[in-house]
């Protein structure tokens, strides 16, 4: 009975997750809008923070341009392994201080699943909206 209703409950957060990894990219750069003070994501220009072009894939910490200006917390998690994947990126978005603690942005992130879906689809897309 247990093992039915775990493979239940995974079958539908699956279902759940699939739902938002889809994403809008158009709506995502709206949506990112509030990230370009500090982020650029059509070129790999650094600002306060590192360029997010090919974030998706990259482990943390690790954009050659901003090493020596990555926290120590950011680098740690890249060294043990964090790679930014939809999931990762998906809780980072929505708390950035939970899933790296210690990390340097000061963005409390974003509270709408939609809202992170889309971002995450707009940090895919090539070529951007």
Do not use: T
């Amino acid at each position: 009975m247990f093992r039915a209703a775990s493979s239940a409950a995974a079958f539908l957060l699956a279902g759940v997750l699939a739902a938002h990894a889809g994403g809008d990219p158009a709506l995502g750069k709206r949506v990112f809008n509030r990230c370009m003070a500090c982020h650029e994501a059509a070129s790999d220009r650094d600002k306060v923070g590192p360029h997010l072009m090919g974030v998706v894939g990259r482990a943390a910490g690790s954009a050659e341009s901003f090493l020596g200006h990555y926290s120590e917390a950011m680098k740690s998690a890249g060294a043990a392994g964090l790679v930014w994947d939809e999931a990762n990126l998906a809780e980072y978005l929505k708390a950035p201080r939970q899933k790296v603690p210690g990390n340097k942005m000061a963005f409390a992130g974003l509270s709408n699943d939609d809202d992170i879906a889309n971002v995450i689809a707009y940090l895919k897309a090539e070529p951007k909206p």
